[in-house]
């Protein structure tokens, strides 16, 4: 079994920045491709960021060039560093591990955290 954690969530104003963190822990954490979702109020859970075991990312369209996916697979870690944020990044996050089928679907990964809130104030 596999757990997933995330911390770092918080209220913060438009334009400014947080940085989501994500922890695995029960098995080799290694081989995992790691993912980022959100799911706004009223929305569906949406693709955020996803890496590879191998450090290779990938992002969604509304976030590329503002979020940076990174990870250390030393301390078994994955994280999300969000700049120029903006109101509609308001929403739950979640981090997910072990990747069955595409990065970007979320009925792909096999473990899920918990979620961290994230509000970002006009």
């Known amino acids: 079994q596999v757990q997933v954690v995330e911390s770092g969530g918080g209220l913060v104003q438009a334009g400014g920045s947080l940085r989501l963190s994500c922890a695995a822990s029960?098995?080799?954490?290694?081989?995992?491709?790691m993912g980022w979702f959100r799911q706004g109020p009223g929305k569906e859970r949406e693709f955020v960021a996803a890496?590879?075991?191998?450090?290779?990312?990938y992002y969604a369209d509304s976030v590329k060039g503002r979020f940076t996916i990174s990870r250390d697979n030393a301390k078994n870690t994955v994280s999300l560093q969000m700049n120029s944020l903006e109101p509609e990044d308001t929403a739950v996050y979640y981090c997910?591990?072990?990747?069955?089928?595409?990065?970007?679907?979320?009925?792909?990964?096999?473990?899920w955290g918990q979620g961290t809130q994230v509000t970002v104030s006009s």
């Open positions: 029960g098995r080799t954490f290694s081989p995992y491709d």
């Open positions: 997910a591990a072990d990747v069955r089928g595409s990065l970007y679907r979320s009925d792909a990964y096999g473990y």
């Open positions: 890496i590879r075991w191998s450090g290779i990312p």
